[in-house]
Every structure is written in C-alpha cells, then in structure tokens.
C-alpha cells in the first residue's frame, strides 16, 4: 500500500530522485502521487499532486528538477479516508503552507481530533485522516515556541490512536526531515552527505545501501550534515544502528520481460535453488541433513519438537502456502495444526496455550498488518512465536522469536507468484527437519523428500518450457470467460484456491477454487459449456481416482474441461480441452509444479485482456492497513 520516499541534502537534485522512488514504489499500489519541496530561501512548502500514474505528476514536476531545494518528501496514496483526487492526495499541509505531511497507515481518532482542531479555528479542506497531523504539529509549534519540529512531532503523535509510518517537513525548519513509524514500514537510508527516508528500500537503492529499520513507535530526525537523532515516541535516546541492505538493482527491474509477474514466474526455477542452497547437505555415506537457521535456537528447537500445536496465521497466498504446511506437518510431524485469517485471529478471542502452542506468521513483505497483530496477540499471550518471511529485516522478521527467511528475491508483481513456491518448500524443509526430529519421519522417506525436492529446479524449468505455448492458447480461447472452476483434492485442493486467486487478481473474471468432492454440494450447478473447469489431476495423487471421476461428471454436463497431470497420463486426451502435463514428483511436492501452469494462465489472459500485470486495480502488494 501507499508509498514514501523523502530526502535531506543537497548532494543531487531532489525532484528527479523522490520520482524515481515513487516509480520504484508504484508495485505497492496507489491512485495518487504527490511530492512536497522546501525550496532555498522559501518560507512555504511547494507541493505537486496528481490523481492517477506517477508519470502524471512527473510531467508536473519537470520544472522544479534543477531547482536548489534543501529537502522533499513524496508520496504514491492508496485511498482509505477520502476518495482519490488532487485535494485528498498526500502530501499534506497546515494552513500557512510551511509543514507537510506524508502518512501511511490510519488516524483511528482522526475524527474527534479533527473536530477538536476545528473548534480551535483550524480550516480543514480534505477529507482524510492524515490532515490532523499537519495541524496538530502546527499547533504545538505554535503552543510551544521554544521545541523543534522533532519535538513538535512526538507530542503530536502522543495524541494519535491508530498506525503510522511518516515523513514531516517545514519550511521553517529548513532541512530537517522527521520520520516516525507505529505499525507502517519507515527505513532511513544514510548515505555520505545526506538522509532519506522510505518505506520500502527498493526506493533508495541506487542511492545508498546502508539503512536503519526504525521499530513501532520510534522518532528520527534527520539533517544533512549532522547525525541521526532517533528516540522512542517517550522521548527515550535509541541507538542508531546501521545495516547493509542485501538487494541489488537487477532483482527490481524487468530484466527485458515485458512484466514483473512474468519475469518472477521465470525466477522460479532460481527461487527453488536459493531456497535449498546451504540447507539440504548430503555427505558421501551419510543420510541427507538440513541445516536451518530455527534449529540454530536450542531454545526454539526444543519447543516445536514438545509443541502441542502449530497455528499458522496468514492472509491472501500466503494463507493458501498455509494450507500446503497443514497438510506437510501434520502428515510428517504427526502435530496438530490450525491455519487461521490473520485478520480473523485477532478479532475472535483464540485459545492460546503458553508453552503448548507455536504461533507461526507466513508473509512476503513481513509487514502485512494482520499477520503482524496475530504474532503480537500470540507473544501477549505468552506463546513462542515464528516466522516464514522473504523480506530480510521486515518487522515479522524481528518481532518473532525465531524463523527462517524464504530466499525468494524482491517480489514486484502484485500477484504472488515466487512467494508462494518459496512459502511451499520452505514449509516442506521446516516439516522434515520436524518430522525427523520428533521421531514421526523416518530416514528413509526423509531421504526420498529431500531427493525429490532437489530435483524441482530443474522440474520447474521444465514445466515452463513445455506448458508455455499450450497455455498461451488456452488464453486466447478463455480470455472472454466471465467464470471460472478450479477443483483439486489433498495437497491440490489449497492450488486450487490459489489458481482461481491468481486469475481474479489480475484478469478481473470471478474464479472460485473448490476441493473436488465439494463440487456436488452446490457448484455442480453452475457447470455449462460456458464454465471452464480446471482440474488438478496428478495421476500419482492418492485421490486420482476421486479426482477422475468428478472429472467424468463435468464431461456429462458439457462442461469445458482443463487439466492438470502428469508426464505420460492418456486418460484424458479427446477428452478434455486443454492438458498441461508436468512431472513426476512425491505426492506431497505436487502443489510446487501443478502451480506453474495455472500462473501462467492466469498472466497470459489478464495480458490479452489489456490489464496492467502488475498493477491490477484496487490491489496493493503489501497491506500494512487493516
């Protein structure tokens, strides 16, 4: 969701680079963008906003590019308080037009805030949330006259109830940048000369590599020139400690394709690989081992092989790689396992046992709100915690008491793609290293899991070259499809959630996943000849004949049949209309290649039907509010 670039210094031109951050921000999700500048000598803020595409207030901007400017922040706004126009676009400002705000996240109280403000004489002009801020730093300045903005900001913020990652500034104060986050990312990036602030590194990544992750409810104030002053929102000093960013350039552009998700389907192959490398060790003469970073923790290790119970806590993709785990510890580890809406945990008073339960969180980012209130009602209740998080410093990743990072690269489409195989085989490492650790797995099957998973590179690859062109024609028979059915069974039934998640992302055509048996309990009657089907139908399934036999019962209802199978199965050729066929696999590791085509198909008919990929209507790729 929205976006924040901001920077302090005048080291290089500020416009050119706080819209070359909003570009690198657009893949979050937003329908307005806006910058805000202190220019030398000015006693005003110059802010610039527009509805629609960063390239719309770009061609706004191209006159302040070579002006002398000691400050600026930016901002790309998904719409929560206050529909998307020019007024209701960030950044915004007091009165006078010498302090501007950029907000992510929401002002719970906005409204008994705003009214008190209102009373006081303060005029409002948009319907936001985030306008409160603005006047409410104006009138500790303004009550205060003896504080910074700094200081102006943190007694500002003592007032809010709700989230917030955001960036001030004010022309009188020239040069100073102050930052603060409670629940919404927000890094300083430190370079030689000058500051930036972002919420998300791919922004600054040109610029610098060294950052500091500001925690819930901490402060920074930033001037080029002078060192970071950061402090608890209580005004207590924090060290400012400095780490290296682990991403390079590449990893956020196309590389030549003409979409992210397209490109990152293709990174799969290499996510797989990344995903093992240094975890699967097989000496000569020796079973195979995994060696994870969790098992590193004796502490940890000890509670997850006495554990009662897993509960998984995760949202969109991430829920259904969840689904997958279920089915992997419990049929491995022989443990019971719950998987839960995050967003639905923390409302309904779970039963949580201290010393019994492991929390686990599954996130991309490792900033999606929900998860993250999941992990922090889990720890209040005494439960130790876990996290299956890609984004390398995120806030799951270090509120968690222990768990192992996905390797999945910077993910920019806003459809999961390489997520969700990395959630998948990262689950199925955490389960054997389990299985085999509470006595549930034995070497033998360890040995046969592992072989098999080492081979899903190569496997993966190998579904993308021969599925390619079949699917590319199925998109142009579908592409017009108002519906769509996605039916599988076992580890295929959360696939097929995914799938019909997939293709309503991006093309906009309601798709439903079912598992099979339930078609006849209601979604048999919408079968026509107009209703593709999408079968997945692994041969080697323990439920194939289950699965074939709901297959025949669509054929009798003229229903348009897809299916999914192995390399060498002819049950269906005549039969159905499309087959895309994969290989082999352990019944357990299917999901991780029966994905792949369904991927595909959702891209190449999102594609043909003329939506932007990567930037589908409505959709963020983090989802930092509730």
């Known amino acids: 969701m929205c976006g924040i670039i901001a920077i302090c210094g005048q080291k290089r031109h500020t416009v050119p680079v706080l819209v070359d951050g909003l570009h690198r921000l657009e893949y979050r999700g937003y329908d307005s963008a806006g910058i805000g500048i202190v220019e030398e000598g000015s006693d005003k803020v110059t802010r610039v ?68 403000l209102k009373e006081r004489g303060f005029k409002f002009v948009t319907h936001t949330d985030t306008e409160v801020l603005a006047h409410l730093i104006d009138s500790m300045l303004t009550s205060h006259p003896d504080i910074d903005l700094g200081e102006a900001v943190r007694l500002s913020l003592s007032q809010i109830e709700g989230t917030f990652g955001l960036a001030v500034l004010s022309a009188r104060f020239p040069g100073v940048l102050v930052g603060a986050r409670r629940g919404s990312p927000l890094i300083v990036g430190v370079a030689e000369g000058e500051y930036f602030l972002c919420s998300d590194a791919a922004a600054i990544i040109d610029y610098t590599q060294d950052v500091i992750y500001l925690a819930d409810n901490q402060l920074v104030t930033l001037k080029a020139g002078e060192d970071v002053h950061l402090f608890s929102i209580d005004n207590v000093k924090v060290p400012s400690d400095v780490v290296t960013l682990a991403m390079e350039r590449s990893e956020i552009e196309k590389g030549g394709y003409k979409h992210f998700m397209i490109k990152e389907i293709h990174d799969q192959p290499r996510v797989m690989k990344e995903c093992l490398r240094g975890r699967v060790v097989k000496d000569e003469g020796k079973p195979f081992d995994i060696h994870l970073g969790a098992w590193n923790d004796t502490e940890m ?125 990262t689950l199925a490492l955490f389960a054997v290293k389990l299985g085999r650790q509470r006595g549930t797995l034995d070497e033998e099957k360890a040995g046969e899991l ?22 590319k024609m199925a998109a142009r028979v579908f592409r017009y499809a108002n519906n769509f059915l996605y039916l599988g069974r076992g580890y295929n039934f959360p696939v097929a959630l ?25 979604p048999i009657a919408l079968i026509d000849v107009f209703m593709p ?57 299917y999901p991780l290649l029966t994905v792949i085509p369904m991927q595909l198909l959702s891209y190449f008919i999102a594609d043909l039907r003329g939506i932007d990929v990567d930037r589908p209507r409505n959709l963020a790729k983090s989802v930092t509010v509730e």
């Not at 002006?67 to 209701?88: D, F, L, Q, Y």
């Not at 995914?498 to 209601?522: D, F, N, Q, T, V």
């Not at 159905?576 to 352990?586: C, G, V």
Request: proline content about 3%; aromatic content about 6%; overall charge negative.
């Open 498 to 522: 995914e799938g019909a998640l997939k293709l309503k992302e991006i093309s906009y055509i309601h798709a439903e996943g079912y598992p099979a048996a339930e078609m006849k309990h209601g």
């Open 301 to 425: 290790a000890c509670e997850l092989k006495n554990c009662e119970r897993i509960i998984l806590c995760a949202c969109g993709t991430s829920w259904h790689a969840a689904l997958v785990g279920e089915y992997l510890i419990e049929d491995l580890c022989r443990v019971p396992v719950e998987v839960e809406y995050a967003s639905e945990f923390r409302y309904r008073n779970p039963i949580l046992r201290a010393g019994k339960d492991i929390v686990a969180a599954i996130s991309q980012s490792g900033e999606t709100a929900d998860t993250l209130a999941a992990i922090n009602q889990a720890k209040q209740a005494g439960c130790k915690t876990f996290g299956f998080v890609n984004t390398v410093g995120s806030t799951i990743a270090r509120e968690v008491d222990c768990g192992i990072y996905l390797r999945a690269g910077p993910e920019i489409g806003v459809a999961s793609t390489k997520a969700f195989t990395a959630q998948v085989l």
């Open 533 to 589: 089907v999408v079968f997945i139908a692994p041969k080697k399934d323990s439920s194939y004949g289950k699965v074939k036999s709901n297959i025949e019962e669509v054929i009798a209802r003229k229903g348009t049949i897809i299916v999914i199978t192995d390399e060498g199965n002819t049950d269906f050729d005549g039969r159905a209309e499309f087959i895309f066929k994969i290989p082999l696999t352990n019944e357990s590791l």
């Open 49 to 116: 906003r527009a509805v629609g595409k960063v390239k719309n207030l770009e061609t706004l901007t191209t006159k302040y590019n070579e002006s002398k400017i000691v400050c600026g922040i930016a901002h790309t706004r998904w719409a929560t308080h206050g529909s998307p126009t020019e007024t209701n676009c960030h950044p915004h400002s007091n009165m006078a037009g010498d302090i501007c705000v950029v907000h992510n996240g929401i002002v719970e109280n906005y409204e008994s805030l705003r009214q008190q």
């Open 450 to 471: 592992l072989s098999a998973m080492r081979a899903l590179p190569d496997q993966i690859a190998k579904v993308l070259e021969a599925v390619m062109e079949p699917v």
